[in-house]
C-alpha cells in the first residue's frame, strides 16, 4: 500500500512537471511547419520616446505591406506591445508576454537602451532571435547576445565619421563638449572625440549634465572657448533649450555646433528651431534627398500612407523590418534561432540609407553621412556634406 501511494505521488509529480512545461516550450517552438510567423515587437508607446512609438510602428507595417504580409508562402502577425518607455521592468514583462503567452518565432525591440540591457540576456537564454532598429552601445551585456542584431551600427561608430570631417574638412583644432549624464551620451561624444584627437584635435574642455535637464545656462556660462562645440544631449527637447540658450548668448555666432547624437533632430524640431541652427552639423544615415530608389520608394510611400516625412528614425525601423523578411524568406519561414541566425548574417539588401549587411558582430553597417542643416525650397533639411563607407572602427566580433 505504501509503495502504492509513493508511486502515485511520483506519477501526479511527473504529470504536473509536463504539464507546467509544455506551454513553456511550446512558446518557442520552430515555426518551420507553421501556416504564420508571428513577429513580436516593442515599441516606445507611452514615455519620453513616445514621439517615435507610433512613428516606428508606421514604418514596420510599411515594409509588411511591401510584401502583402506573407513571406514564404506564410501569413505574417504582427504582435505590439509598449515597452513602457525607460521602464525596464516592463520591458522585460512584455518581452516574456510575447514569448511565453503569444509564442512569437522572433522579437524586435526594444528601443531604449537601457530595457535592452534587461530583454536581452532573457531572449539569449530561450533562445530567441531579438533584432534591434535602434543602435546598440558597446557594452557586451547587450552587444554580446549571440542571437541578438542591430541594424544601425553603434553609438560611437556612428560619429567617427564626424571627428574625422571636422578636422580634416573644416580645419576644427580644438572643441568644447556638453553632454547628457548618460552611457549611451557619452559613447556618442567618444565617437566624435577618439576620430577628432587621433588626428591631432584636442578636447579643452567636457560638461555633463543631468539626463533630464533643460537649463544649460550654468554649463554655456563655464564655457571654455574652442573652435567648436560638441554637443550629445539626447532628445529633441534637450536640444530645443540648448539651442536656444546658445543662441541667446551668442555662442552661434563664436563657435559652430556637432551634434553628436544621431536621428534626434527631425524636420518638425528643425521647423521649430528657426534659421539660428543653419549650418549644425551632425551624422544621417537616410536623408530624403537621397535618390537611390529604395530611398525614394520609401519617401513616397510613408508621405502616401501617413501623410508626413519620415526621418532616419523611421528609415531604422522600415530597415529593420526589411532585413528580418529577407533572412525569413531565406529559412522558408523557419524562426529557429540558429537557422535564423545564420540567414540574418548573410542579408545583403539595398536599403533607403544605401547598401547594407551585418559585420560578423551582428551589428549593421550602412553608408554614414556627414550632414548639415540648410534651408531648402523654403524648409530647414538636413544635406549630406560628405558620405563615409559602413565600416566603421568600433565594430566587434562577439559570439
Do not use: H
Amino acid at each position: 500500500m505504501k509503495e502504492k501511494k509513493i508511486l502515485f505521488v511520483v506519477v501526479v509529480l511527473f504529470l504536473s512537471l509536463t504539464i507546467l512545461t509544455i506551454p513553456f516550450s511550446a512558446g518557442y517552438a520552430k515555426s518551420k511547419n507553421t501556416k504564420s510567423i508571428k513577429i513580436g515587437v516593442l515599441l516606445p508607446l507611452t514615455g519620453p520616446y513616445a514621439m517615435w512609438g507610433k512613428m516606428f510602428q508606421n514604418s514596420m507595417e510599411l515594409a509588411l505591406d511591401s510584401v502583402g504580409w506573407k513571406v514564404a508562402g506564410k501569413k505574417i502577425e504582427l504582435i505590439i506591445e509598449d515597452e513602457g518607455g525607460e521602464d525596464v521592468s516592463m520591458a522585460l514583462e512584455k518581452a516574456k508576454k510575447l514569448v511565453e503567452a503569444n509564442r512569437v518565432g522572433l522579437l524586435l525591440g526594444p528601443f531604449y537602451g537601457g530595457s535592452a540591457l534587461s530583454v536581452m540576456p532573457y531572449t539569449s537564454s530561450i533562445p530567441i532571435v531579438n533584432v534591434k532598429w535602434s543602435q546598440p552601445g558597446k557594452n557586451k551585456n547587450e552587444i554580446g547576445n549571440k542571437y541578438g542584431f542591430w541594424v544601425p551600427t553603434t553609438y560611437p561608430d556612428n560619429t567617427y565619421p564626424l571627428g574625422q570631417y571636422a578636422y580634416e574638412e573644416k580645419g576644427i583644432r580644438t572643441v568644447t563638449t556638453i553632454g547628457s549624464d548618460y552611457d549611451c551620451a557619452y559613447e556618442f561624444v567618444e565617437g566624435f572625440t577618439d576620430a577628432f584627437k587621433s588626428k591631432g584635435g584636442k578636447v579643452i574642455q567636457q560638461q555633463w549634465a543631468p539626463l533630464t535637464e533643460i537649463d544649460y545656462t550654468p554649463y554655456l556660462s563655464n564655457l571654455k572657448m574652442a573652435d567648436a562645440m560638441v554637443i550629445g544631449t539626447l532628445g529633441p527637447p534637450a536640444k530645443l533649450a540648448l539651442f536656444s540658450q546658445y543662441d541667446q548668448l551668442g555662442l552661434f555666432k563664436k563657435m559652430p555646433i556637432f551634434i553628436s547624437e544621431v536621428g534626434t533632430l527631425p524636420s518638425p524640431v528643425m521647423q521649430e528651431m528657426g534659421d539660428k541652427i543653419i549650418g549644425v552639423k551632425g551624422v544621417e544615415k537616410f536623408l530624403t534627398s537621397l535618390k537611390n530608389p529604395e530611398a525614394q520608394e520609401f519617401l513616397k510611400s510613408y508621405q502616401a500612407k501617413y501623410k508626413s516625412v519620415p526621418d532616419d528614425k523611421a528609415s531604422d525601423a522600415y530597415s529593420g523590418m526589411k532585413v528580418v523578411l529577407a533572412a525569413l524568406k531565406a529559412t522558408g519561414g523557419d524562426t529557429d534561432p540558429d537557422t535564423l541566425k545564420k540567414a540574418l548574417l548573410n542579408v545583403k539588401l539595398n536599403l533607403p540609407p544605401g547598401p547594407f549587411q551585418f559585420s560578423e558582430g551582428r551589428v549593421g553597417m550602412v553608408p554614414l553621412r556627414v550632414s548639415e542643416v540648410q534651408r531648402v525650397g523654403g524648409k530647414l533639411q538636413w544635406v549630406p556634406v560628405k558620405e563615409y563607407p559602413g565600416r566603421p572602427p568600433y565594430v566587434e566580433t562577439y559570439p
